[in-house]
């Protein structure tokens, strides 16, 4: 799926108490909902400050869906993705309808087009357009959503109190629905629908047969050279992600491979699928991690897809998801759940998966605005944003991170050394010789980075220990004491 990208505002949501909302959220899912029928004959959807209602209806092919404006907010229903609205490109007002006011588009394509509220993406609603003109309405039949949708926007919608709950106390890739909304819009100058299925079922024969690593690979190596392919990347790695989800059944199995290739949207794919088969996510999210004994590398991988998670569900919300962290009783779930966070915050887009914070003209903020416990792990992602703003210019990050706030700037060199790794996987003596061109004092850090990046690509401890072994001897303690560090993570494996 390609809905629920980042935003380019933060939410602004009016929200009832807990109880009403999640009940009312579910009735809507278990029954469904009917259109409002205008003067004309047209279905209206009516935009509220909280989400469209209904949030799925169906039309025949030619009919017209109006979209009226019954909050107190602006509000701009679009085709997904978010921000290009690339899948429809013709269902977009092309800017924000007031309070009051209306937009009607004609829905002229059959299939099923799922769009969101530009200016609060997490708002989503669907349209199915059928073959047939008035088809839904001759046969007497209300609309309903699909499972995901519905409890996604239930969740949604209601994530402000589910944050203060937290607080107190057949193949996926190629399914018919999924499909139906993945490809985009040709005229957007994204793939053409059969090459894109194509594209899909390849990808998802990769997963299958080998791993989702494989299948991320050949897209990144692929899209470098071809523009079309490229601004279809996001849904094709969200279908990359359920086709993961789908081989191995499990959440934490599935972020081993986690990638940020195309805009995160593998990780999107694993929280969709997962989300799917849940009947209430909000106590779901709480007990997500349990069946990985505490400590270990499947929980690490668990705790910290979750904070990528919150992030994509809060439209890059930094202060709210990691509020939603600090709902875990655990320090291991809440620290690991902050570094999803801010690792997802310094990956983020700024084209089409806004984070507000970021700051060109500062690449540490905001990290001398976090609480304590979370500066380290911030300064740490810190050196991703600055090398996406200086591509492979790794001596001055080294020299940036001199800059950073005092104690923290190994930190920095640490978070370096993570990146160089991460983008030279297959030249580690260049990664290396980094580490070393900086200062003495930010050599070992470098190095210490440079392994975990390696263990976490790997998911195991003995190909760093062979990297260690391999790198100049002086490096080597740093490294060795890096994967040591990481030893505990995998009590439970023989590496």
Same mark, same amino acid.
């Given at each position: 799926?390609?809905?629920?990208?980042?935003?380019?505002?933060?939410?602004?949501?009016?929200?009832?108490?807990?109880?009403?909302?999640?009940?009312?959220?579910?009735?809507?899912?278990?029954?469904?909902?009917?259109?409002?029928?205008?003067?004309?004959?047209?279905?209206?959807?009516?935009?509220?400050?909280?989400?469209?209602?209904?949030?799925?209806?169906?039309?025949?092919?030619?009919?017209?869906?109006?979209?009226?404006?019954?909050?107190?907010?602006?509000?701009?229903?679009?085709?997904?993705?978010?921000?290009?609205?690339?899948?429809?490109?013709?269902?977009?007002?092309?800017?924000? @309808?007031?309070?009051?006011?209306?937009?009607?588009?004609?829905?002229?394509?059959?299939?099923?087009?799922?769009?969101?509220?530009?200016?609060?993406?997490?708002?989503?609603?669907?349209?199915?357009?059928?073959?047939?003109?008035?088809?839904?309405?001759?046969?007497?039949?209300?609309?309903?959503?699909?499972?995901?949708?519905?409890?996604?926007?239930?969740?949604?919608?209601?994530?402000?109190?589910?944050?203060?709950? !937290?607080? &107190?106390?057949?193949?996926?890739?190629?399914?018919?629905?999924?499909?139906?909304?993945?490809?985009?819009?040709?005229? $957007?100058? %994204?793939? =053409?629908?059969?090459?894109?299925?194509?594209?899909?079922?390849?990808?998802?024969?990769?997963?299958?047969?080998?791993?989702?690593?494989?299948?991320?690979?050949?897209?990144?190596?692929? @899209?470098?050279?071809?523009?079309?392919?490229?601004?279809?990347?996001?849904?094709?790695?969200?279908?990359?992600?359920?086709?993961?989800?789908?081989?191995?059944?499990?959440?934490?199995?599935?972020?081993? #491979?986690?990638?940020?290739?195309?805009?995160? &949207? #593998?990780?999107?794919? @694993?929280?969709?699928?997962?989300?799917?088969? $849940?009947?209430?996510?909000?106590?779901?999210?709480?007990?997500?991690?349990?069946? #990985?004994?505490?400590?270990?590398?499947?929980?690490?991988?668990?705790?910290?897809?979750? &904070?990528?998670?919150?992030?994509?569900?809060?439209?890059?919300?930094?202060?709210?998801?990691?509020?939603?962290?600090?709902?875990?009783?655990?320090?291991?779930?809440?620290?690991?759940?902050?570094?999803?966070?801010?690792?997802?915050?310094?990956?983020?887009?700024?084209?089409?998966?806004? $984070?507000?914070?970021?700051?060109?003209?500062?690449? !540490?903020?905001?990290?001398?605005?976090?609480?304590?416990?979370?500066?380290? @792990?911030?300064?740490?992602?810190?050196?991703?944003?600055?090398?996406?703003? *200086?591509?492979?210019?790794?001596?001055?990050?080294?020299?940036?991170?001199?800059? %950073?706030?005092?104690?923290?700037?190994? $930190?920095?060199?640490?978070?370096?050394?993570?990146?160089?790794?991460?983008? +030279?996987? *297959?030249?580690?003596?260049?990664?290396?010789?980094?580490?070393?061109? &900086?200062?003495?004092?930010?050599?070992? =850090?470098?190095?210490?980075?440079?392994?975990?990046?390696?263990?976490?690509?790997?998911?195991?401890?003995?190909?760093?220990?062979?990297?260690?072994?391999?790198?100049?001897?002086? +490096?080597?303690?740093?490294?060795?004491?890096?994967?040591?560090?990481?030893?505990?993570?995998?009590?439970?494996?023989?590496?």
């Amino acid at each position: 799926m390609v809905s629920l990208r980042g935003a380019l505002r933060r939410p602004a949501v009016s929200l009832c108490v807990f109880a009403c909302s999640f009940v009312a959220a579910f009735l809507a899912f278990a029954g469904g909902a009917s259109a409002h029928e205008g003067e004309d004959g047209s279905a209206v959807v009516h935009v509220t400050d909280e989400g469209f209602e209904p949030r799925s209806v169906e039309v025949g092919a030619g009919y017209t869906v109006v979209f009226e404006n019954v909050g107190e907010e602006d509000h701009w229903p679009a085709s997904d993705d978010h921000p290009t609205h690339e899948v429809y490109s013709g269902f977009d007002p092309k800017e924000p @309808i007031e309070p009051g006011a209306e937009w009607s588009f004609a829905f002229d394509r059959p299939g099923k087009w799922e769009y969101h509220d530009h200016m609060n993406p997490y708002l989503t609603g669907e349209v199915v357009v059928t073959g047939e003109r008035g088809a839904a309405d001759r046969a007497g039949e209300k609309p309903g959503g699909g499972l995901f949708s519905s409890v996604a926007a239930a969740f949604l919608n209601v994530y402000d109190t589910a944050a203060s709950v !937290f607080a &107190g106390g057949g193949e996926s890739s190629s399914n018919d629905e999924a499909g139906k909304q993945g490809a985009p819009d040709e005229g $957007s100058g %994204a793939l =053409p629908e059969e090459r894109y299925r194509e594209m899909e079922k390849e990808l998802a024969t990769l997963v299958r047969e080998e791993n989702p690593r494989a299948a991320l690979e050949k897209l990144r190596a692929e @899209i470098r050279t071809d523009d079309a392919l490229s601004r279809s990347c996001h849904p094709l790695v969200h279908d990359v992600g359920h086709a993961a989800y789908e081989k191995y059944g499990d959440f934490g199995e599935a972020m081993k #491979y986690q990638d940020e290739v195309c805009n995160s &949207g #593998y990780l999107h794919g @694993i929280i969709e699928s997962r989300f799917e088969e $849940s009947d209430d996510v909000f106590a779901d999210m709480k007990t997500m991690c349990d069946p #990985y004994p505490q400590g270990s590398y499947m929980s690490w991988q668990c705790y910290h897809g979750i &904070g990528h998670g919150v992030m994509f569900y809060t439209a890059n919300d930094l202060p709210r998801s990691l509020e939603m962290c600090d709902g875990f009783g655990s320090a291991f779930g809440r620290s690991n759940c902050a570094n999803g966070v801010f690792m997802e915050n310094f990956n983020a887009d700024q084209k089409l998966h806004l $984070s507000d914070y970021l700051k060109e003209s500062d690449p !540490f903020y905001p990290c001398g605005e976090q609480a304590e416990r979370h500066k380290e @792990i911030c300064y740490l992602y810190a050196p991703t944003y600055f090398l996406s703003l *200086n591509y492979g210019d790794y001596a001055a990050a080294l020299e940036w991170c001199k800059d %950073a706030e005092s104690g923290f700037e190994p $930190s920095c060199a640490y978070g370096v050394g993570t990146q160089a790794m991460k983008e +030279n996987l *297959n030249d580690p003596g260049l990664v290396e010789s980094v580490c070393m061109e &900086g200062e003495p004092e930010q050599t070992a =850090p470098c190095i210490e980075g440079m392994a975990d990046l390696y263990i976490n690509h790997h998911g195991s401890l003995e190909p760093a220990r062979d990297l260690c072994a391999r790198l100049e001897k002086s +490096n080597r303690p740093a490294c060795f004491d890096s994967v040591q560090a990481h030893s505990g993570l995998f009590r439970d494996r023989s590496t």
